[in-house]
């Protein structure tokens, strides 16, 4: 059997609760209650055993983190156990006093989410309050000095504003923009039909980016590709099992964060095993590692080593079989079924995707009650 090489990364989902309802949200439709949550102890462990793994960095994600008010502990129990941290937020509970707590604890960056660069637009996105916060905690992380990513999921809704949403990232000194299609899993699969863009939206994005990367050298412009709209398979997580895990709010632990949608995978729990043995050994881990598990037309093809199959969550959702190939191949034989336009007749009216998300949401997490 072939070693099995130590992961890179550790995406630590520390809740599930955000102040924000954004309909693209890839958590998943159930969401983690707070009240089985991971403690502080147990995510220090986690972090621990992550590091001796090999691990080299974790995203501290959510969910909103900063909802967690022991975030300090848990940065300096991954900063101990040698962990690069770098916090995902939304920016919404970012002040100064909590940013140099973080920084004091080890915190070396951050990755904040903006929806819009118009503010009301962005705030109809976000489902809540949330600009006026934002600028200031970009404000905050420029002055910290630390390495400074925004973060935008693009859809139907904002895509035609990437020319602001870049100026405004420019404008707030960030070091990297991040404009991110979404990807449908979790929230965004059951909003797909508000979210899919219009014909010629994602294009026209696009060579805007090819336009501002071509005036500037700094920030660093990342476009990631919708892959279900360019007929070619993303290399999901980089590939199932082999350079990152994820580690859900309750010690579920997932080759990928919308890995607990397949049926049969049994994902084992940082309560119960080791996360090395989790990595190497899991059957869920093992399940669509390497090249053995692939079907054609994937098993014969020059790329299997470079996008790995695609995603094996989003063939699961197209049709019904995760070792399927990936339906956004266009090699793929369910390359029919991919959902290229909005085609439901939620599409027909005129809500917005945080809209179609914010009833369900806030009702999830009702239960246990908000606050940490
Ligand atoms: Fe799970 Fe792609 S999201 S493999």
Same mark, same amino acid.
């Given at each position: 059997m072939t070693a099995v090489e130590p992961p890179w990364a550790l995406l630590a989902?520390?809740?599930?609760?955000?102040p924000l309802r954004c309909g693209?949200?890839?958590?998943? !439709?159930?969401l983690i209650g707070r009240s089985v949550e991971l403690g502080s102890g147990e995510w220090a462990e986690v972090f621990r055993q992550a590091g001796e793994l090999g691990v080299v960095q974790t995203h501290l994600s959510?969910?909103?983190?900063?909802?967690?008010?022991d975030l300090p502990e848990l940065v300096a129990a991954a900063d101990t156990a040698g962990l690069h941290t770098q916090l995902v937020t939304?920016? !919404?509970?970012?002040?100064e006093r909590r940013l140099a707590g973080l920084v004091g604890a080890g915190l070396r960056g951050v990755q904040l989410s903006v929806q819009h660069a118009e503010p009301t637009a962005a705030e109809r996105i976000a489902g809540a309050h949330s600009f006026a916060a934002k600028e200031r905690a970009a404000g905050l992380i420029r002055a910290a000095g630390l390495p400074f990513g925004l973060n935008v999921v693009l859809h139907r809704g904002n895509l035609d504003a990437v020319e602001e949403l870049i100026a405004l990232g420019v404008a707030w000194g960030a070091d990297r923009i991040e404009l991110a299609n979404t990807q449908y899993h979790g929230w965004a699969a059951r909003n797909r039909a508000a979210l899919l863009p219009e014909p010629g939206q994602v294009e026209r994005a696009r060579e805007t980016v090819l336009r501002w990367r071509r005036r500037l050298d700094e920030p660093e412009l990342v476009w990631v590709a919708p892959d279900l709209l360019t007929g070619t398979a993303k290399p999901c997580m980089g590939g199932w099992g082999r350079i990152s895990l994820t580690v859900a709010p309750d010690g579920t632990v997932l080759?990928?964060?919308?890995?607990?949608?397949?049926?049969?995978?049994?994902p084992p729990n940082v309560k119960d095993r080791r996360l090395a043995w989790i990595w190497r050994e899991s059957t869920a881990f093992n399940a669509?590692?390497?090249?053995?598990?692939m079907r054609e037309p994937c098993r014969g093809c020059a790329l299997r080593t470079t996008d790995?199959?695609?995603c094996r969550c989003q063939a699961y959702a197209l049709t019904g079989d995760a070792r399927n190939p990936d339906p956004a191949c266009h090699h793929a034989p369910d390359h029919h079924l991919v959902p290229l336009r909005r085609t439901s007749t939620a599409a027909t009216h005129r809500e917005t995707p945080a809209e179609t998300r914010r009833e369900a949401r806030r009702e999830a997490l009702m239960e246990p009650p908000g606050e940490p």
């Open positions: 989902e520390l809740t599930h609760a955000c693209y949200c890839s958590n998943p !439709v159930r959510g969910g909103e983190p900063l909802l967690r008010r939304s920016g !919404v509970g970012l002040t080759p990928c964060p919308a890995a607990a949608t397949l049926p049969g995978l049994d669509y590692r390497g090249e053995s598990w790995f199959g695609g």
